[in-house]
Each structure stands twice: as C-alpha cells, then as structure tokens.
C-alpha cells in the first residue's frame, strides 16, 4: 500500500477581536470561495476518479491547498459545503472543528485522514493533524489510549457531548473498512489534555461487565449495521449482530444484524451495555435506532 506522509503546520496570524467579527461580514469570504472551488476539483477526483494513483495525487494535492485556505479569518466558520468527500463535525460548545476523510485503494482497504481545527475566537490558527497508526497496532484496539500520532483512523459521521466527574468526554461514532471482507462501526471516546486531543478513555462497560476504552463491531463487507446515538434518552443504539451459523461463533467478519437492537445506557459517567433488548420485540423505524 502506498503511504502518505502528512504534516499539517500551525500557522498564527492577527485576527479581529470576537465582537467585531460577529457584527461585521466576513471580508474574507470571497478568498475562502476561490480556495473551495480549488478544493473542490480535488476533492471530486478523491471521491469519484477510478484511478488510484489520480485519488491519491489529488489527496497529496488537496492537503496543503486546505491548509493555506484554513489560514485566512473566520475559516472556522466557513462551512466548506461543496467538498462532498470530507465530514465536518463541531460540538456542542463549539471549541473545535474535526475535519474527516477517507482514502479508498482498490484493494478495498482505506487510508484516514484527520485534522482538528481549534476555535481561537480569531486570535490565530491552530490545527492538530491525527496520523492514521491502525495498519501499525498489534493491540487490542478497545483496551488502549491513543494521541494524535498513533490514532486508530475512521470516517466519523457524528458527535455528542457528555459530562461526568467535571470532565468533558467527546463522543465520536465512526466507521472504518476493517479488512477487505468486513467493515467496523465504533464508538470512540475523546477527550482534551493539555490542549490535546486524547482518544480511548475506561467510559465503556461491556455486557461481560469488562471496562473499555472505546467499543467496536465488526460485521461481514455486504451488511449494513446501524449505530446512532438518542439525546433524548442518552442512550446508544446498535444492531445486534450474530453469526450466520453457530460454527461462526466468534468469526466476526461473517457476523451481520439479526433484525433487534441493543443499546448502552449513560450511568455514573460510563456507557453500560443493557441486556434488554431496546424495543422489545416492538417494530420501530429504523431512524430511531440508528444510523
């Protein structure tokens, strides 16, 4: 597999102050829609082109044109919608923008890619790239802390907030091609260190009772498994997965959605696995379980 090594620099400037900036347009607006349109070409070759070397140029290419368009004033506010191939995801309290896209070769395996761009309130620009490790980990994934040189890469298509113990847990749900027959849905948790960014954190009890530090699912390349989280309830959703025969049991690559679900309930600051199935036995739609 070709790897691509990237450095994504911080790059401060003066900015207005918070105030002025809410009042006034942004002046730069124009500039950032003349980089979008740039982007954007490339960002339509990473997604549509069958050619793996034209994704892979336009990844290379498309990296530090984002980096220089970021630099200007209230790019973090700029919502970038044309680039059709990258997630964009911003909590609650607005102190980061998470930047998110993935690299498909033609093996059917991927290549990650993230970066977080924090919310200086228009002081300056600062930007955390997350180096995608996971070809490299020979541990076991949900019983491990990771930073932003050893990040266990995914295409995160959400975020939600949680408190406990006067700590703010960032809650992401992902999804990653784990091997060229099985895909991944995830739960990761993180959280902020020394203006950091920590992934895994012992948040997670699993129907065995074992504490994780983030919670996987592993199911066969062909299915579609639903992961999703309810604010109202503050719970987590999932499929239920089982093996397609009892001779599969722990083969989770052939594992695929029974039609049930299950879901972990927020308590005392962890996610537990509930042993009753969510709707028992109740026919529901599907957008109320997951995604």
Not at 83 to 88: A, D, G, I, P, Q
């Amino acid at each position: 597999m070709i790897t691509i090594c990237t450095v994504l620099s911080l790059y401060c400037f003066a900015q207005k102050s918070p105030e002025k900036a809410a009042a006034q347009p942004n002046p730069y607006s124009d500039s950032l829609k003349k980089y979008e349109l740039i982007l954007k070409s490339f960002s339509d070759t990473i997604l549509d082109s069958r050619q793996q070397i034209n994704r892979i140029i336009a990844t290379i290419n498309f990296i530090p044109t984002f980096v220089q368009a970021l630099k200007f004033p209230g790019s973090f506010d700029y919502p970038f919608d044309s680039l059709r191939f990258m997630h964009k995801l911003e909590p609650a309290d607005k102190s980061f923008r998470m930047y998110n896209w993935v690299l498909k070769y033609n093996d059917g395996t991927c290549r990650y890619y993230s970066a977080i761009q924090w919310n200086t309130y228009g002081d300056s620009l600062k930007l955390t790239a997350l180096r995608d490790y996971s070809a490299k980990m020979d541990t076991d994934i949900e019983r491990v802390v990771l930073d932003k040189d050893r990040w266990y890469g995914a295409l995160y298509y959400d975020i939600f907030t949680m408190r406990a113990h006067k700590k703010t847990y960032y809650f992401l749900l992902g999804w990653r091609a784990q091997t060229p027959i099985s895909n991944e849905k995830e739960v990761e948790v993180m959280t902020i260190e020394d203006g950091k960014p920590i992934f895994g954190a012992p948040v997670f009890v699993d129907k065995d009772k074992k504490v994780k530090d983030r919670y996987t699912f592993q199911f066969r390349k062909d299915a579609t498994m639903l992961l999703n989280f309810i604010p109202e309830q503050k719970l987590i959703t999932f499929d239920n997965l089982v093996p397609p025969n009892p001779q599969a049991e722990g083969k989770y690559f052939t594992y695929a959605p029974d039609g049930t679900y299950g879901y972990f309930a927020w308590k005392h600051g962890k996610w537990v696995y509930q042993e009753k199935e969510l709707f028992e036995g109740v026919k529901r739609p599907i957008k109320e379980a997951g995604q």
